[in-house]
Structure formats: structure tokens, C-alpha cells
């Protein structure tokens, strides 16, 4: 025959103990599952990767590559820059030599402009005159020496530019002989030289144009030794 068992005050206080552990344990069990959902739901967040030690990431390599052509093109710019300042330097040099050849050019026909302007030089006196006619003689091709020349001026005029011969038939007919060669006018006239002075008694014409008519008639001025 089943035992039969007695409940007592102190059986009813120690199952309500239970109970209550129960429901503790079991809030316990709940919220520790949802405290670990939130911990699982922050693992799936994707979290970047951090860079091992002496390794690049590919934002470090990317900026090592901008700077790298960074520093070409800065290079590339330098180098230009630097062949433009000796190709300016060189222009200018050349244009400084040519500056100073065409100067010199210049220089050097200025040079020659004059000396070939700047007409010669004679002594105003019978050896001065004597060269200056010999220098026009040549030029016109009218023969003659100096020995000749001044030989025969001696005779005629002994160097007086503005002797006359008043005695002889040319004086007595009215075209008396003058100068240092003693010309008389119609002579002179026919035998002026070109680009001497058209005076009779001026020294330089006088000889030449006598000369002139020397050669004519005698070859040369040198071939007369007395009245021609």
C-alpha cells in the first residue's frame, strides 16, 4: 500500500526556492543569448586590413608611384629648362659675333670710303706740281718723267707759274706764251687735260695740257730739249 506523504509548510517553502531558481536560470540563459547576438552581429562588420610590418598596402604603393612621377616631370622640366638657358646663352653669343662682325665690316668700309674719298695730298711748289701732273698723266696716259718735266719747265720759265713771254712772234701776234711751260692760249686749249683747272697759267693744267701736246708732236715731253 502506497506510502503516503505528508506536505508540510516546510515542503511548500523549498519547492517555491526551486521554482524561483528556475525562472533565474533561465533569465540568465536569455540574456546572456542576447548579449551575444550583438557580439555576433559586430564580427560580420568588415574591418579593414591592417599592413604587416615592412609590407605596403596599395594606397602606399599608389602614392609612392604619384610621387615618383611627380619627381620625373619635375626632373623633366629641370633638364628642359636648363638645355633652353644654354640654347638663349648660345643665340645671344651668336648674335653678339655677328653684331661685331657687321660692325667691323662697317668699320672697315667706312675705312675705305674715305681713303678712296680722301684725295692725295701735293706740296703747293714746283715738285709738288710736277707730281700732281705726272699722277693725271698716267691716268690719261700722256707720257712723261719728272727729269723731263722739270728739266724743260727750268728752261722755259725757270719755275715762275706766272712767267711771260713778251718779245717773241707769239707775243708780237697777240697770244704771248705763258706759264711754266710757256703754253700759248690756242695750244693750251686743244690740249686742256680733263679735270684740270681751264686756266692757262695755272700749274698743273699748264704742264699736263704742255705734255699732251709734247706727246703729240715729239712722243714724250722727255724728247724736248729746246723752244717746242
Known amino acids: 500500500m502506497p506510502r503516503t506523504i505528508r506536505v508540510t509548510r516546510s515542503h511548500k517553502l523549498a519547492t517555491a526556492v526551486l521554482v524561483a531558481a528556475g525562472s533565474v536560470t533561465a533569465i540568465a540563459a536569455t540574456s546572456e ?14 574591418v579593414e586590413p591592417v599592413a604587416a610590418a615592412g609590407i605596403p598596402t596599395a594606397k602606399d ?14 626632373a623633366t622640366a629641370k633638364e628642359a629648362a636648363a638645355k633652353k638657358a644654354v640654347a638663349d646663352r648660345e643665340a645671344t653669343a651668336q648674335k653678339a659675333a655677328e653684331k ?4 667691323k665690316q662697317a668699320a ?31 691716268k690719261k696716259n700722256i707720257p712723261g718723267s719728272y727729269e723731263g718735266l722739270h728739266r724743260n719747265i727750268m728752261r722755259e720759265s725757270s ?4 712767267a711771260v713771254n713778251d718779245w717773241d712772234i707769239n707775243a708780237r701776234n697777240g697770244i704771248p706764251s705763258k706759264g711754266l711751260l710757256q703754253v700759248i692760249q690756242p695750244t693750251f686749249d686743244a690740249y686742256h687735260v680733263k679735270g684740270t683747272p681751264k686756266k ?29
Do not use: C, F
Open 100 to 103: 661685331a662682325r657687321s660692325e
Open 33 to 46: 543569448q542576447s548579449d551575444a547576438q550583438p557580439s555576433a552581429a559586430r564580427s560580420s562588420v568588415a
Open 159 to 162: 719755275g715762275n707759274p706766272n
Open 200 to 228: 692757262l697759267t695755272d700749274p698743273v693744267a699748264n704742264i699736263t695740257a704742255a705734255a699732251n701736246y709734247a706727246a703729240d708732236r715729239y712722243g714724250t715731253i722727255d724728247n724736248v730739249d729746246s723752244a717746242y
Open 61 to 74: 604603393a599608389a602614392a609612392k608611384k604619384a610621387a615618383e612621377e611627380s619627381a620625373a616631370k619635375k
Open 108 to 138: 672697315n668700309r667706312s675705312t675705305e670710303r674715305k681713303a678712296v674719298a680722301a684725295p692725295k695730298q701735293y706740296k703747293n711748289n714746283l715738285d709738288g706740281w710736277i707730281r700732281e701732273s705726272l699722277d693725271i698723266m698716267k
